[in-house]
């Protein structure tokens, strides 16, 4: 309806999950290239979780879309299936006709067409969509097909996509065996306020948009705090702010656009400021009821309704991303989009925590297990008087003596890396660690990522892999809930120059 007076090609925010739209921020990118890696060249299961709306299933068909050849998936949308549909399921997705059979025969018919493939050089996992959902008799008979190997092989790879409620569920008590099976977790994160007039402006080329972005910042502000960053409603307000402005006859999105969008979609804004309830709410039903009208005078062709030429502009490049992967999220919280003046420096104090992280996991199949040691003792503070190298210096060269030393199988925490050098902010998180009695325990390696200079911040050293895991329970609770730790073993690091 309105594709012709914004110069569109297809509607740019559809919330159907299409490939061609995935935005690679926000960690999107990032995450899709590390579960290909692990499905390709490494073992044990995967689960990536996310709120409603986050991205999971566009993540998902993304994946089925750029495995390698020699990787066949089986895509499980429904997980609501009981044990014997979900070995069906399966069945089918591998072309085999095993309607009628029984258990037995189908887990038999299953493992030898596995092995088959394996023969053949070939790799079979199981995506499974909406996993928080699947009954526990379902995910332990998944775990079953798990153990099935062939000499030192396993004959299934397995990612599970499921809101936070698929961690309650591994929480339980007789989930322990397949939770401790998982180990590749990724998480989705919300759009940060600052990403989210990138990804507005995204959506809108790759729809066929090329005039200069239309959403004004206050606009992009508002979608963001009504939106909580999550994907699905973030296109649910540009949509229906566009078909505002169409009714308007008006190319540019305004604030009072995304106020007819949020009360149409009934969400509320989270700013300070907001007029009356009452007043957007008619405001949002006229406008949006008056979009249907023109909507069906401009389908039927009536001059009338038909909105204006649209008068050439300069097209421009897109706006830079606004570096998602390089802003600190803490998992569960509501994005900061607040612009107060206290909100604002609340964010400032976490943004500059970590030098704006984002975890990843530790994609190498386990080691042999060393003999376990306990996890690194407290150590007094290590201020930096005044003349002495700074505390990044000095942990930089901790970490360098720290891969020098370290024996096979040697395995550390790694609490965050960045792709940014920006000394001054690793210094402050350095200076709370300091604070904390921890600083002897960090440990900070230069790497570079995607062809930029940045850091990894370790936690510790450990004999195994085993002690690694007992020392993450024993990890400050402030790095627990800032960040999402994982193993990092030690033997994948190179010793810097």
Known sequence: MYLEHFGLTEPPFKITPVTDFFFSGANRGEILDALIYAIAESEGIIKVTGEVGSGKTMLCRMLLERLPPHIEAVYLANPSLSREEMLYAIADGLNLDLEGQRVNIILQTLQNKLEEKISQGKRVVILVDEAHAMPLDTMEELRLLYNLQVGNHKLLHIVLFGQPELNDKLAQPNMRQLKDRI?????????????????????????????????????????????????????????????????????????????????????????????????????????????????????????????????????????????????????????????????????????????????????????????????????????????????????????????????????????????????????????????????????????????????????????????ASEGMRQLPQRYKDAFEPMLYALDNAQTPK
């Open 183 to 467: 180990i590749h977790h990724f998480g989705m994160l919300p759009l940060s306020q600052n990403i989210i007039e990138s990804y507005l402006l995204f959506r809108m080329r790759t729809a066929g948009y090329r005039g200069p972005t239309i959403f004004s910042a206050a606009a992009a502000t508002l979608i963001g705090k009504a939106s909580q960053g999550l994907m699905r409603r973030v296109n649910i307000l540009a949509d229906k702010s566009l078909l505002a402005a169409f009714v308007e006859n008006t190319h540019n999105i305004d604030v009072r656009h995304v106020h007819a969008a949020i009360q149409d979609s009934e969400l509320s804004p989270t700013g300070d400021a907001q007029p009356s309830r009452k007043k957007w709410l008619i405001a949002g039903g006229t406008i949006l009821i008056a979009a249907l009208l023109a909507g069906a005078v401009w389908f039927f062709g009536s001059h009338a309704g038909k909105p204006a030429e649209i008068k050439p502009v300069a097209i421009t490049a897109p706006a830079p991303a606004a570096e998602a992967a390089l802003n600190l999220r803490i998992d569960n919280a509501i994005p900061v989009v607040d612009t107060s003046p206290l909100a604002q420096d609340e964010h400032n104090r976490l943004d500059s925590a970590a030098s704006a992280v984002l975890p990843v996991a530790e994609m190498q199949p386990a080691t042999a297990a060393a003999p376990a040691t306990p996890a690194p003792q407290t150590q007094e503070k290590t201020p930096a008087p005044a003349g002495d190298p700074s505390l990044l210096t000095q942990r930089l060269a901790a970490g360098k003596e720290m891969l020098r030393k370290h024996h096979s199988g040697s395995t550390s925490i790694q609490l965050f890396y960045t792709d940014e050098v920006q000394p001054a902010r690793m210094e402050g998180f350095l200076k709370r660690a300091n604070s904390l009695d921890k600083l002897p325990e960090i440990y900070i390696l230069p790497i570079k990522v995607n062809g930029h200079n940045g850091y990894r911040v370790l936690y510790g050293t450990y004999a195994s892999r085993e002690a």
